[in-house]
């Protein structure tokens, strides 16, 4: 079965630029999951879709970062205005299951904010 | 948010059985316990997953003790291949909120 895809794999903006990230998870895994991870550190969930509801975001900085998943299938995550901070690699992933069940991993998209 | 954590790095020789274990001390209750292992500029690979005591497949063993408070990944025979950052993935308790563990570096050398 083809993978989880993302694009772009890689993305150079300059701070208070916007960008847009986008997911194609495994076709019929109901659960939807972007994470942020730092450079050196575990991914941090961003936000969790189960089919296109939002279960969990509380760790989304709603301020800039937001995400929809319309039909229950692709996500596309957005941030506008990026900050420095958000220099990371987003991953995405997708699961059969909801929880810490076995969840497949996207390439990711290397962001760099400068 | 409770912490998961993790041996920072670990070495090892071709061969040899590692065991890498991961504290969290706060796990949701009905939740399972699931190891992954990532390599540089690729996301997490799945490795193993477990709720309770033992669990084996093909390529490692999981072992949870009944207060599911830690969990070990023992890999048998390492080899070069198997250098990468391993992580463990629990739902916290309360909150059922998905936490990644800190990361394990394992070095694997001939």
């Known amino acids: 079965e083809a993978g989880v895809a993302q694009s772009p794999r890689y993305k150079i903006i300059e701070k208070r630029q916007s960008v847009a990230f986008w997911c194609n998870p495994i076709?019929?895994?109901?659960?939807l999951y972007w994470y942020q991870q730092i450079l050196g550190q575990g991914p941090k969930l961003l936000i969790q879709?189960?089919?296109?509801?939002?279960?969990?975001d509380s760790q989304l900085p709603k301020d800039r970062f937001s995400a929809e998943r319309l039909k229950g299938v692709d996500s596309t995550l957005k941030i506008q205005p990026a900050k420095l901070e958000d220099s990371a690699v987003y991953l995405c992933?997708?699961?059969?299951?909801?929880?810490?069940?076995?969840?497949?991993f996207g390439p990711g998209t290397r962001l760099t904010v400068t | 948010l409770a912490k998961t954590t993790q041996p920072i790095s670990m070495d090892s020789y071709e061969g040899q059985e590692v065991n890498i274990t991961c504290s969290h001390n706060n796990i949701a209750t009905n939740d399972y316990i699931t190891w992954y292992q990532q390599f540089p500029s690729q996301g997490p690979r799945f490795i193993i997953q477990?709720?309770?005591t033992k669990v084996t497949n093909e390529v490692a063993s999981l072992f949870i003790p009944a207060d599911r408070k830690s969990s070990t990944l023992s890999l048998p025979r390492v080899s070069l291949s198997d250098t990468a950052v391993y992580y463990c993935l629990v739902g916290e308790g309360w909150t059922d909120k998905l936490i990644f563990g800190t990361g394990t570096r394992l070095q694997v050398f001939p």
């Open positions: 879709f189960q089919n296109n509801g939002v279960v969990d």
């Open positions: 076709s019929g895994h109901a659960t």
């Open positions: 477990g709720y309770k």
């Open positions: 992933a997708s699961s059969r299951v909801a929880g810490a069940y076995e969840q497949y």
